[in-house]
């Protein structure tokens, strides 16, 4: 996971890439649909794909708690600026 170092310079490239990181859920949301009407009736089944959904809540939460920290740090790099615009 990427850590914010609030000393460092906003680098937009790398916030960029974060928005875009989040996206991919819905690809991973797709790969597990898939797999929900392709794989075999077979036992545990269900718990596979429970692990899978879990797995995906716990992934997404932290890239989108890494994304908003990053907002919130160009918010505050970017304060005055911004509000002269408004």
Known sequence: ????????PFDRFEFEQQIMECWNVTTDIRVV???LMDAP???GREDKIANMLIGMEALYE???????????HLVS???KALDNQA
């Open 77 to 79: 790099e970017h304060a």
């Open 41 to 43: 009736l077979e036992a």
């Open 33 to 35: 649909s898939e797999y």
């Open 1 to 8: 996971m990427t850590t914010i170092d609030v000393h460092k």
């Open 62 to 72: 932290a890239k989108f708690n890494r994304l908003f920290r990053q907002f919130e």
